[in-house]
């Protein structure tokens, strides 16, 4: 028999172990991607799926997610009002925590249209979105609810006027509670 050397010994141990690791990453790659691929099948019906997690996503940033989600929608779904308002403070997010512009301009420019629409199915989301840690999310959020005009929204716009440490997103939510209830804002209870 051949004896071999200490450098072929040391070749062949480092050439075992750099195959140990490719195949290591290999096979962790490909959990990787069942796992993303078993997500994605676990959301069957992404219109749901938008109305009942999209404030949450939006809050936790999964911005390209949101986007995915709604671009699978049929046409007839993506004018749904919730879907529009789901988009509209998806692009505002994507604004502010990716910087483009281009979503600012998409945010602006359905903005307005929606807010002054006073649809009321998307109050339930609007109010999750108060909850967001960005100040402008709750800003725009709070003015959005006053202009849509659903009285559902008066307590928890009464409580942030009261308690959010932002003064901009006080100020918005004074302005919607006295706008939705025709009230001067105070600090009283709210009547039934």
Request: some cysteine.
């Amino acid at each position: 028999m051949k004896k071999i050397g200490r450098k072929q010994k040391g070749k062949k141990v480092r050439l075992c172990f750099i195959n140990v690791v490719v195949l290591f990453f290999s096979l962790l790659s490909l959990c990787l991607i069942g796992f993303a691929q078993e997500g994605e099948k676990e959301i069957q019906d992404p219109f749901t799926y938008l109305i009942e997690h999209g404030s949450r996503m939006i809050r936790e940033n999964e911005i390209d997610k949101l986007f995915h989600l709604i671009d699978r929608l049929p046409q007839e779904k993506k004018y749904d009002f919730r879907i529009r308002v789901i988009e509209n403070f998806t692009n505002l997010k994507a604004y502010l925590v990716i910087k483009k512009k281009e979503y600012g301009k998409r945010w602006q420019s359905d903005y307005k249209p929606m807010v002054y629409s006073r649809n009321k199915s998307a109050t339930p989301i609007l109010i999750d979105l108060l909850k967001d840690s960005d100040p402008y999310i709750r800003a725009f959020t709070a003015r959005a609810l006053g202009y849509l005009g659903d009285e559902r929204a008066l307590e928890v716009l009464k409580q942030l006027a009261e308690t959010d440490p932002n003064s901009k997103v006080k100020s918005r939510a004074k302005w919607a509670y006295e706008y939705l209830s025709g009230k001067k804002f105070s600090k009283e209870p709210i009547e039934d």
